[in-house]
């Protein structure tokens, strides 16, 4: 199951880690170190192609994932770059609404699994739905607990997963948001120091997993 959009200095990639822990920052390295290489030999270039490391959230399956998949698809109305998540090529909003036969990028039934719907159907509808809900009640701003939080879900999910990383989260606390809990710094939020591009994928917004 991959979800995703590629925009002009960053990638948002949501997928599912079914294979071991280590699967998706090997994956992720491999990724980096293969699109670096293409870039630099077909611009005749050295050096480092990526600015920063990427910052991994865990999140719950359900409405939750639901909610992440939806916040993704406006990543670029948020920008003001379109007016709707359809009209942005490099996303994964119309995959989901077009399933495609050749090509595929997302494995569709492990997605109607992970959101727990009856049918692929209904997930279009309720995908289709949320999104026009977004654009109808106003585009919503940027949620940092997307972009800088450990693990979003239940309470009871985030306090598991806080307690499996144990050391790698000390000073992290479970912050209610809604109708979900994140797990993120307590210290104050890095926006002020950074512009807005630069603050989703500054280096203090990434964790090592292990």
């Known amino acids: 199951m991959r979800i995703y959009t590629v925009t002009s200095n960053h990638i948002h990639l949501l997928v599912a880690d079914d294979k071991g822990q280590n699967v998706i920052p090997r994956s992720i390295q491999l990724i980096a170190g ?13 050096g480092a192609y990526w600015e920063d490391r990427y910052h991994a959230t865990a999140v719950e399956s ?15 109305v948020r920008a003001g770059v379109v007016q709707h998540p359809s009209e942005w090529f490099f996303s994964g909003y119309n995959e989901i609404q077009q399933p495609k036969r050749k090509n595929i990028l997302i494995d569709y039934d492990r997605l109607q699994e992970l959101l727990g719907f009856d049918t692929y159907g209904t997930l279009q509808a309720t995908h289709r739905q949320r999104v026009e809900s977004c654009l109808k009640e106003g585009i919503p701003l940027r949620d ?22 144990g050391t790698m989260v000390l000073g992290r606390k479970i912050v209610p948001s809604g109708k979900s809990f994140h797990l993120r710094e307590a210290q104050a939020s890095y926006s002020s120091l950074l512009g807005d591009e630069k603050y989703e994928i500054a280096p203090e917004n990434c964790y090592i997993w292990r």
């Open 34 to 46: 293969r699109t670096g290489q293409e870039f630099n030999q077909r611009k005749g270039r050295k």
């Open 144 to 165: 940092d607990k997307w972009s800088r939080s450990v693990a979003v879900g239940s309470e009871r999910f985030v306090e598991e997963l806080k307690g499996t990383m």
């Open 62 to 76: 359900g409405d939750h994932l639901l909610q992440c998949i939806v916040y993704i698809d406006m990543n670029m």
